[in-house]
């Protein structure tokens, strides 16, 4: 069975904005997930907030075909009322992150991919940075 990770906002970042030096655990990771090795999915806020952000620097039409791009391979979570409510209720300090976790727990997320591990120190599902994802892949 494939593993199924969650990708957060900051390594999508990382693969489109090319961040050094973190751009090339991203890349690895999108590949294994264009290869069909690794399932990935995101929320509708991922979706919202990146583009946001490069909406800053790029023309809106620029940006939403960067995101065409990543949304072929990334399959988008369902967020509603449970979604919200179970995220108000959890002891998450960040209500974003929380949002983002309790669209993943119930859908077989294996693990949650991030730069911003401390954010989910509440978290039941296994949280890594990519580059621990892909050693953990390796073992």
Do not use: W
Not at 56 to 81: A, C, F, H, M, N
């Amino acid at each position: 069975m494939k593993p199924v990770v969650f990708i957060d906002s900051d390594i999508m970042l990382d693969l489109i904005l090319a961040r050094q030096p973190f751009v090339h655990e991203a890349k690895r990771l999108f590949v294994l997930v264009e290869s069909g090795s690794v399932a990935a999915c995101s929320t509708p806020i991922i979706f919202a907030n990146i583009f946001y952000l490069l909406r800053k620097k790029y023309p809106g039409e620029t940006v939403k075909g960067i995101l065409k791009d990543v949304r072929v391979l990334v399959s988008i979570l369902p967020v509603d009322e449970s979604t919200v409510d179970q995220a108000l209720a959890s002891p998450f300090s960040d209500f974003e992150d929380a949002i983002q976790y309790h669209a993943a727990l119930p859908r077989g997320v294996h693990a949650i991919i991030t730069r911003n591990i401390r954010d989910y120190r509440n978290a039941a599902l296994p949280v890594m940075t990519a580059g621990e994802f892909l050693a953990h892949l390796q073992a």
